[in-house]
């Protein structure tokens, strides 16, 4: 994998991170570790589901899009009730590990941020229930607008910052939000002809370092 074209794949929403502010700054005495990780958690339990063969995703070699990648099969990570009942397991194993109640919904509180917001960016391929032939896909379809979605996610991350964070953790919050947006541009404005990444497994690895990346800066940015 060619480093540069691949570094500008790095799959991580920032839009995601503005949730975790928002539930940080209504409840200021909660840790921000594990909010971090409930908001990006469908997107952390999602690679190992691919490798595991249990949902798919399709990778356009020719494309290198975002809205080019098919979310073929993703109900357990991905889908607002079957995903949402199931993340009620780690939201209990955060409430135990911090010894609050608090901690645990809000875990749970994150998780489902993480639907509604992949459903104004996703394409109609988000799961309802998560079971069954008829189940509804929902999803706005942002990504079909690439360059719109790409400066609209960051506008509403940075404008969610300036809203409910302490001024102290602008710099970090907005540089380092900024900085990992970046390296999404790839698949925002298609730079390369083909898509670096090119397998389905490749993809989701790269997704599970970016995100562990991401939860470390916002962790040590939010305090
Ligand atoms: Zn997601």
Same mark, same amino acid.
């Given at each position: ?5 691949? #570094? ?19 409840? +200021?005495?909660? &840790? ?9 958690? &469908?997107?952390?339990?999602? &690679?190992? /589901?691919?490798?595991? @063969? ?28 079957? @995903? ?11 409430? *135990? ?8 919904? *809000?875990?749970?509180?994150?998780? $489902?941020? =993480?639907? $509604? #917001?992949?459903?104004?960016?996703? *394409?109609?391929?988000?799961?309802? #229930? ?10 706005? @379809?942002? %990504?079909?607008? +690439? ?15 300036? /809203? ?10 907005? @540089?380092?939000?900024?900085? #990992? =947006? ?17 397998? &389905?497994?490749?993809?989701? *690895? ?15 940015? %939010?305090?």
């Amino acid at each position: 994998m060619p480093l540069l074209p691949t #570094l500008g794949l790095t799959i991580v929403y920032i839009g995601h991170f503005a949730a975790a502010a928002v539930i940080l700054a209504v409840a +200021p005495e909660t &840790p921000a570790l594990p909010i971090a990780v409930a908001v990006a958690w &469908p997107d952390i339990v999602w &690679p190992g /589901l691919v490798f595991a @063969g249990k949902e798919s995703v399709k990778v356009d070699r020719n494309n290198p899009l975002q809205s080019c990648v098919k979310f073929t099969s993703y109900p357990y990570s991905h889908s607002l009730v079957l @995903g949402g009942a199931l993340s009620i397991v780690p939201a209990a194993l955060a409430g *135990l590990i911090y010894q609050s109640v608090l901690v645990g919904v *809000l875990f749970w509180v994150g998780v $489902l941020s =993480h639907w $509604l #917001l992949d459903a104004v960016v996703h *394409l109609r391929d988000l799961p309802v #229930l998560g079971w069954g032939r008829n189940d509804r896909r929902v999803g706005f @379809g942002l %990504w079909a607008r +690439p360059r719109l979605a790409f400066v609209l996610e960051y506008v509403f991350f940075a404008a969610s910052v300036l /809203l409910v964070a302490p001024p102290s953790m602008f710099v970090g919050l907005l @540089g380092g939000g900024l900085l #990992l =947006h970046l390296f999404n541009i790839n698949s925002f404005f298609g730079f390369t002809k083909k898509n670096p990444v090119g397998t &389905p497994k490749r993809f989701a *690895l790269l997704a599970l370092v970016g995100y562990v990346i991401a939860i470390i800066w916002f962790t040590m940015s %939010w305090q």
